[in-house]
């Protein structure tokens, strides 16, 4: 089918529904989508993120959603903390982010999740960030790869900065930013070593290393700020994860001594 007839289908669609969104039944959670959309996820996407995030969130908690796409787990993550807690969704790609501005809104969760356009980094300032040209593309980043089509210049902010200007406690992280892993934890080492949040933190190797990091450099970031990593509910070891040459997905919680 062409883009336009397409259009046209989703228009009809989003006309049948009165605007009110298809409903999805992923990771046991019905969220609506705008109809262009709600087919992109599996019903089985991340079952560990799910898990890890309705452990982690609490009614009136403080989470942010760092790479928030089109805001399957911003809504999720809103649901969690109830209209009493705050969640910041980062999106620097403005056509993605406004799918996930409509998603919230779908959801009436646009009470307690503000969507936010900076890119998450080390530092805050500006940045050009890396845009593929495919459509809600969860692959555009800080860090450049040879899927890359474009650029544009954005505004980035640091979690520690962002954070310390609302006065803002945080309990949960989700953090996706394709590549930009290690400058996005430099970037919040202050609350990770103060307010001590859990993190679930996405993974991606070859991109770690485009932006002049690797995953022991992530590791040991970690483990200097007393932080356990486990894999599918088991704690890994460095080796295990410096080993890893793929996407993949863990989780962070902080020890005390």
């Given at each position: 089918?062409?883009s336009l007839?397409?259009s046209?289908?989703y228009g ?7 605007g009110?969104g298809?409903?999805?039944?992923i990771g046991?959670e019905?969220?609506r989508f705008?109809?262009?959309?709600c087919?992109y996820?599996?019903p089985?996407y991340?079952p560990?993120t ?6 982690s ?9 760092i790479?928030?796409h089109i805001?399957?787990f911003?809504?999720v ?5 109830g209209?009493?807690g705050r969640?910041f969704s ?7 982010r406004?799918?996930?501005e409509?998603?919230?809104r ?8 503000e969507?936010r356009?900076?890119a998450?980094?080390?530092?805050s300032?500006r ?6 040209a ?8 800080l860090?450049p790869t040879?899927?890359?089509?474009a650029?544009?210049?954005v505004?980035?902010?640091?979690v520690?900065d ?6 803002l406690?945080v309990?949960?992280l989700?953090?996706d930013?394709?590549?930009?892993e ?13 307010e001590r949040?859990v993190?679930?933190?996405?993974l991606?190797?070859?991109a770690?290393q485009?932006?002049?990091?690797n ?8 483990t200097?700020l007393?932080?356990q990593v486990r ?5 890994v070891?460095e ?13 962070c ?5």
């Amino acid at each position: 089918m062409s883009s336009l007839g397409k259009s046209l289908v989703y228009g009809v669609v989003d006309l049948v529904t009165v605007g009110q969104g298809v409903p999805r039944r992923i990771g046991g959670e019905t969220i609506r989508f705008p109809p262009r959309f709600c087919r992109y996820y599996e019903p089985d996407y991340e079952p560990e993120t799910f898990a890890f995030l309705r452990k982690s969130c609490r009614k009136g908690d403080v989470v942010l959603d760092i790479g928030a796409h089109i805001g399957l787990f911003t809504v999720v993550m809103a649901r969690l903390v109830g209209p009493e807690g705050r969640v910041f969704s980062f999106e620097p790609t403005p056509s993605t982010r406004a799918v996930l501005e409509r998603t919230v809104r779908l959801n009436q969760c646009d009470d307690r999740a503000e969507v936010r356009p900076e890119a998450v980094a080390r530092t805050s300032g500006r940045s050009e960030f890396f845009d593929t040209a495919d459509i809600v593309s969860n692959a555009n980043s800080l860090v450049p790869t040879d899927r890359h089509r474009a650029g544009f210049t954005v505004d980035t902010v640091s979690v520690d900065d962002f954070l310390a200007a609302r006065a803002l406690p945080v309990s949960c992280l989700k953090i996706d930013v394709e590549g930009a892993e290690l400058d996005t934890l430099h970037g919040a080492e202050r609350t990770l070593g103060s307010e001590r949040p859990v993190v679930a933190l996405a993974l991606h190797p070859a991109a770690i290393q485009r932006s002049g990091g690797n995953l022991r450099d992530v590791w040991r970031l970690l483990t200097s700020l007393r932080f356990q990593v486990r894999y599918r509910g088991r704690v890994v070891d460095e080796d295990w994860f410096c080993s890893r040459d793929g996407l993949f997905d863990v989780q962070c919680a902080p020890v005390e001594l």
